[in-house]
């Protein structure tokens, strides 16, 4: 079967969470024996700024999004032509069925055609489902006008899962029944990413000691705390951003390839992020970390994850900064006890779904 995957997908988003997400449902789709095609959805912008700006973007783009592009070609080969709002009911002809998600599909202000997310232009003789779809928030952040169109749209779903706690009350508000699914990435295991590193050709980092800093939001405070934590742990900070370089009067960084983001992770003594998904490779290859909370961004997915493996009390705020001088010991049998339980149920979901 055909199964055409809306989400968030953007080399130029330079987005490893994203990319990883869509690896892992492009790829148990493909051991489920369906063909995968992602669904080449194009957000209309505006664009300008003259020559200049032209010309920065261009080699800000070639140093950011290059090791995206070409992991995106390499692993993630079935793509549709680009489609845009008004020209996206022209994939019913050639796709089976139509699955959205996971990271954020369903935020408003993350997804500007929020209908078109929600499958507006699929005909009703095609299955649509939800695999793990993400508001990103506790709430719905849809203008009021549009919630009942909203509404009208999700009860055609024939299969509805969630990521988040949250999530599963909004579509309640909605009037769906929901499933509280894990992220995509948890459906594969920690050998499928290990692979994913040897068949690039990345080696372990031997016989060196780190500290693996992974900040969307980076803010003086947060810097301090990792590196007075260094200190007193007598190690290094690696940051998994890149490397500075200044282009054109403006700083970028020239970004890891996905398979060497992913191993400076498998390999650090600690990781500390905002990022719900470096949180979630942490889980997957059994590691310390400290996860520093992000209210702009949303808290309910990070919340709903730690909370449901029992690791709530790794999401900090600076207030307790000042309580951490080690890092933290995870009983990590514990936790799998739990995240097996619902992975088997999240796979057992997908499957049935697909039915």
């Not at 008004?86 to 796709?95: G, M």
């Not at 499928?192 to 780190?210: A, F, M, P, Q």
């Not at 890092?327 to 149920?345: F, G, H, S, T, W």
Request: charged fraction near 25%; proline fraction near 4%.
């Amino acid at each position: 079967m055909k199964i055409g995957i809306l989400t968030h997908h953007y080399p130029e988003n330079r987005n490893y969470g994203a990319m990883l997400q869509l690896f892992a449902t492009y790829t148990t789709l493909s051991k489920l024996g369906h063909t995968p095609v992602v669904i080449n959805y194009k957000f209309l912008k505006e664009s300008g700024g003259g020559l200049k700006a032209s010309i920065r973007n261009f080699i800000l783009n070639s140093l950011g999004t290059k090791p995206f592009s070409e992991f995106s070609a390499k692993y993630l080969p079935n793509k549709t032509k680009e489609v845009t709002s008004a020209s996206a009911a022209d994939l019913n002809a050639s796709i089976d069925l139509f699955l959205v998600g996971s990271d954020q599909v369903w935020r408003y202000s993350y997804v500007p055609d929020i209908e078109d997310f929600f499958f507006s232009f699929v005909d009703d003789n095609h299955k649509k489902i939800s695999y793990a779809a993400s508001f990103g928030l506790d709430r719905l952040e849809v203008p009021a006008k549009d919630v009942d169109r909203i509404k009208a749209l999700i009860n055609r779903f024939s299969s509805v899962s969630v990521r988040e706690v949250s999530g599963v009350k909004i579509c309640e508000d909605l009037g769906v029944n929901a499933q509280l699914v894990l992220d995509p990435v948890f459906l594969l295991d920690e050998k499928d990413y290990t692979d994913l590193i040897k068949k690039e050709g990345i080696s372990d980092v031997k016989n060196e000691r780190y500290i693996a800093q992974m900040l969307l939001d980076v803010e003086p405070s947060h810097i301090n705390f990792i590196n007075n934590l260094a200190n007193k742990v007598n190690t290094k900070v690696l940051n998994l951003k890149g490397k500075k370089y200044p282009v054109l009067g403006r700083i970028t960084n020239k970004l890891y390839t996905i398979p060497q983001w992913l191993n400076f992770i498998k390999n650090s003594e600690i990781t500390i992020t905002d990022s719900f998904h470096c949180v979630a490779f942490c889980l997957i290859f059994k590691k310390p970390f400290i996860c520093i909370g992000n209210p702009v961004r949303g808290m309910a997915r990070l919340e709903s994850l730690l909370g449901l493996v029992g690791l709530k009390h790794l999401l900090i705020t600076e207030a307790d900064f000042h309580k951490i001088d080690d890092i933290p010991k995870i009983d990590y049998q514990a936790v799998y006890q739990k995240l097996n339980a619902v992975r088997n149920e999240s796979f057992e979901f997908l499957k049935k779904s697909l039915n």
